[in-house]
T-cell receptor, first 111, second 114 residues
Framework: RKEVEQDPGPFNVPEGATVAFNCTYS??????FFWYRQDCRKEPKLLMS???SGNEDGRFTAQLNRASQYISLLIRDSKLSDSATYLC????????????FGKGTMLLVSP | DGGITQSPKYLFRKEGQNVTLSCEQN?????MYWYRQDPGQGLRLIYY???????QKGDIAEGYSVSREKKESFPLTVTSAQKNPTAFYLC?????????????FGPGTRLTVL
């Protein structure tokens, strides 16, 4: 089983739609979880950190399910500018300094 | 403005040549990282450093070398021993206080071997 697995997409949605991505991770001891956003041919940028059961930031909600070992990202009221690849990132070891990146899920929001 | 800079943005190299990619940060971050990204692939860790004059191999260190003589700088050399060097190279940094968890990336260098 891959360490961090994501559906590559693309997810094609109209403006205003709600879309959700899931990410599964293999190491049950993982402590920290993140969603990064990467625009085409650009660097990844931190979107949200998920440290407990979940958190919300405006139109974005991230949730963590430790029992099932998955993280989700929900985007409400999608904007054209939300079109990007969303990377699921996991710290597989408590206190360790390297992160494991998923390959990303591509989102395309159309007018 | 605080941030991470990488240079050059695009780099072309002939086979058999070594090339050095620059990464500088003025965020006072303790740790710095080098990743490689290939089309359709996730980021793969090449090398990382948590303190000056110390660095560790990542998952794909073969054919690469690094140095960390200053806290602000973490250059990556792609040697002729790297078999498939054409890729997008990303440098990142993080703070010890943050558990090294939240990494901030530079704009990247696209290396093409001709």
């Amino acid at each position: 089983r891959k360490e961090v697995e994501q559906d590559p997409g693309p997810f094609n949605v109209p403006e205003g739609a709600t879309v959700a991505f899931n990410c599964t991770y293999s190491n049950s001891a993982s402590q920290s979880f993140f969603w990064y956003r990467q625009d085409c041919r650009k660097e990844p940028k931190l979107l949200m950190s998920v440290y407990s059961s979940g958190n919300e930031d405006g139109r974005f909600t991230a949730q963590l399910n430790r029992a099932s070992q998955y993280i989700s990202l929900l985007i409400r009221d999608s904007k054209l500018s939300d079109s990007a690849t969303y990377l699921c990132v996991v710290n597989p070891n408590s206190g360790y300094s390297t992160l494991t990146f998923g390959k990303g899920t591509m989102l395309l929001v159309s007018p | 403005d605080g941030g991470i800079t990488q240079s050059p943005k695009y780099l072309f190299r002939k086979e058999g040549q070594n090339v050095t990619l620059s990464c500088e940060q003025n965020l006072n971050h303790d740790a710095m990282y080098w990743y490689r990204q290939d089309p359709g692939q996730g980021l793969r860790l090449i090398y990382y450093s948590q303190i000056v004059n110390d660095f560790q191999k990542g998952d794909i260190a073969e054919g690469y070398s690094v140095s960390r003589e200053k806290k602000e700088s973490f250059p990556l050399t792609v040697t002729s021993a790297q078999k498939n060097p054409t890729a997008f190279y990303l440098c990142a940094s993080a703070t010890k206080a943050g558990g090294y968890n939240e990494q901030f990336f530079g704009p990247g260098t696209r290396l093409t071997v001709l």
